[in-house]
């Protein structure tokens, strides 16, 4: 069963951002990234690819 996260639907920080660019820029898979923000492998893929982030495949 997939993880619930209590934040649906939150608006993205300016904070929440700047550690999204820095997880990805390190080279973090989509999971991990997850975990570390608390937000769903949806809403961060989303956001990194408003941004034009490129998140790390698992290998």
Partial sequence: ???????HRQPWTSDEIQKLHLLARKGMALKAISRAMTRSEESIRDRARAD?????KLR
Avoid: D, S, T
């Fill in 52 to 56: 034009g982030l490129k998140i790390a």
């Fill in 1 to 7: 069963m997939a993880e619930r996260f209590e934040r």
